[in-house]
C-alpha cells in the first residue's frame, strides 16, 4: 500500500527565509528548502532521505536539504508563491498544477493523445529537455529533473461499444484543470459533470457518473473500479512532474556545490520514473486479476480514432494560451521522427 500512495497523493491534488547562506554556528553554509506534496511514508518519500544523506556527504556539511513533506508548505500554488518569495527555495516532484503555473508551456505534454507510450515520453522529455530549460529559466527557476503522474485512462460503469456510446456518458470533468476539461469536450464528452476528484466515488455510486478517469493506481486505490469495471485502454494524456528550484538562489551557490546538487537529484531520477512506472503496471494487472474488461482491441481503435480527429485541433488553439507554436512543432517534428525509425526497425 505504502508504494501506491505518492501517486494517488499527487493525483488527488492536481484538481522560509531570503536567499542567503547560512552562517550561523553548526548551521551549513547552504540550507536547502523545498517543498512537495509527497507523504513523508512510502518508497518515493525514501529517495528523498538518501538524497540528503549524499548531498550532506558530498558537500562535507556545506549544503543540506530540508524538505517539507505532505503539503505542510500549502497546495503547489502556495509552493511557487513561497518560491518567488524567497521562503523556500524549491519544489519537488510537483505536478502540471504547480509547473504549469510557474512555466504554462509545460501544459504542452498534457494534450490528449500526443504519446502513445512511455519510449515516447522518454525520447521527448529527453530531447526537448534543453527547450525546456530554458522556458523555465525565463520564468525564474531551473528544472532540476522530471518526474511524473503517468497516463490516464478513461473507465465506464457500463459496456462501450461505439463513439456514439461516449458523447452520452455522463462523465466526471475535474475542476481546477481546464485543458483537462477542453480536452474532454474536444474528444466527444457531451455531458461532463464538474467534481473535485474527491467527490468522483459518490457521484459513481450514485450514478451521477458513468465515468471518470485517472492513472491505474489511483483508479485501484481510491476504489473507483468497484463502479467502473470497463476500461478504454488507450492512454488519453499524459501527466508530468517536477522537481525545480530558484535561480535567484541557486546563482549565488559556488559552482561546485550547485553542480553536486543538481547531480545527487538527477542520477535519481530514471529510478523515480522506474517506481512509478511499476506502480502503474502492479495496478494494472491488480485490476485485471479484480474483473475489470478491457474493450476490445478492435472497437477501442475505432473510438479513440474518432476521439483523436476531435482532439486534434486543440494542439493548435491552445497555442500562445499556454504554449508557443515552436514548442509544439519541435515535440512533433521529434515524435514524427522516432515513430518512423521505430518502424523501420521492425
Same mark, same amino acid.
Given at each position: ?6 501517486v ?17 554556528k553548526?548551521?551549513? $553554509?547552504y540550507?536547502?528548502k523545498?517543498?512537495?506534496? !509527497?507523504?513523508e ?12 544523506? +549524499? ?7 556545506r549544503m ?5 513533506f505532505?503539503g505542510?508548505?500549502?497546495? +503547489? ?17 510537483l ?5 504549469g ?6 501544459k504542452?505534454?498534457q494534450?490528449?493523445?500526443?504519446f502513445?507510450n512511455?519510449?515516447e515520453?522518454?525520447?521527448i ?6 527547450t525546456?530549460?530554458r522556458?523555465f +529559466?525565463?520564468?525564474g527557476?531551473?528544472l ?7 497516463f ?11 463513439? $456514439? ?15 483537462f476539461? $477542453? ?16 467527490e468522483t466515488l459518490?457521484?459513481l455510486?450514485?450514478? =451521477? ?5 485517472g492513472?491505474?493506481?489511483?483508479i ?19 501527466s508530468?512532474?517536477g522537481?525545480?528550484?530558484s ?11 550547485? +553542480?553536486?546538487?543538481?547531480?545527487? =537529484? ?6 523515480m ?10 495496478s494494472y494487472? $491488480?485490476? !485485471?486479476?479484480h474483473g475489470m474488461?478491457?474493450?476490445g ?7 479513440t ?5 476531435g ?12 504554449y508557443p507554436?515552436? =514548442? =509544439? ?11 518512423a525509425?521505430?518502424e523501420a526497425?521492425?
Amino acid at each position: 500500500m505504502k508504494r501506491i500512495v505518492f501517486v494517488v497523493t499527487m493525483f488527488l491534488l492536481i484538481a522560509g527565509g531570503t536567499a542567503v547562506a547560512e552562517d550561523k554556528k553548526g548551521e551549513p $553554509e547552504y540550507l536547502i528548502k523545498m517543498a512537495t506534496l !509527497v507523504p513523508e511514508v512510502g518508497d518515493v518519500s525514501e529517495h528523498f532521505f538518501e538524497m540528503k544523506k +549524499e548531498l550532506e556527504e558530498r558537500t562535507q556539511g556545506r549544503m543540506k536539504l530540508r524538505v517539507y513533506f505532505g503539503g505542510v508548505m500549502g497546495d +503547489e500554488p502556495d509552493i511557487i508563491k513561497k518560491i518567488r518569495l524567497g521562503q523556500l527555495h524549491g519544489g519537488m516532484m510537483l505536478t502540471l498544477l504547480g509547473l504549469g503555473h510557474i512555466c504554462p508551456a509545460s501544459k504542452v505534454l498534457q494534450l490528449p493523445f500526443l504519446f502513445n507510450n512511455y519510449g515516447e515520453v522518454d525520447h521527448i522529455l529527453t530531447t526537448t529537455r534543453p527547450t525546456f530549460a530554458r522556458l523555465f +529559466e525565463e520564468k525564474g527557476v531551473y528544472l532540476v529533473t522530471w518526474s511524473e503522474i503517468g497516463f490516464g485512462y478513461f473507465v465506464f460503469k457500463d459496456p462501450i461499444d461505439s463513439f $456514439e456510446d461516449i458523447k452520452k456518458i455522463k462523465m466526471v470533468s475535474f475542476t481546477g484543470d481546464p485543458v483537462f476539461a $477542453e480536452s474532454e469536450k474536444t474528444a466527444g464528452f457531451e455531458n461532463l459533470i464538474p467534481l473535485h476528484i474527491s467527490e468522483t466515488l459518490t457521484g459513481l455510486q450514485t450514478g =451521477l457518473l458513468q465515468g471518470t478517469f485517472g492513472p491505474y493506481v489511483s483508479i485501484v486505490a481510491l476504489q473507483w473500479f468497484s463502479y467502473a469495471k470497463y476500461a478504454l485502454n488507450v492512454p488519453f494524456s499524459y501527466s508530468p512532474g517536477g522537481t525545480i528550484v530558484s535561480k535567484k538562489y541557486f546563482d549565488k551557490i559556488p559552482p561546485d556545490l550547485k +553542480e553536486i546538487f543538481f547531480d545527487v =537529484l538527477r542520477k535519481r531520477e530514471p529510478m523515480m520514473m522506474d517506481l512509478i512506472r511499476k506502480m502503474e503496471k502492479d495496478s494494472y494487472d $491488480e485490476l !485485471v486479476q479484480h474483473g475489470m474488461v478491457v474493450i476490445g482491441k478492435d472497437k477501442a481503435a475505432a473510438i479513440t480514432g474518432e476521439m483523436k480527429k476531435g482532439t486534434r485541433p486543440l494542439y493548435d488553439k491552445l497555442v500562445d494560451e499556454y504554449y508557443p507554436a515552436s =514548442l =509544439l512543432k519541435e515535440i512533433q517534428n521529434k515524435l514524427e521522427k522516432y515513430r518512423a525509425q521505430k518502424e523501420a526497425k521492425k
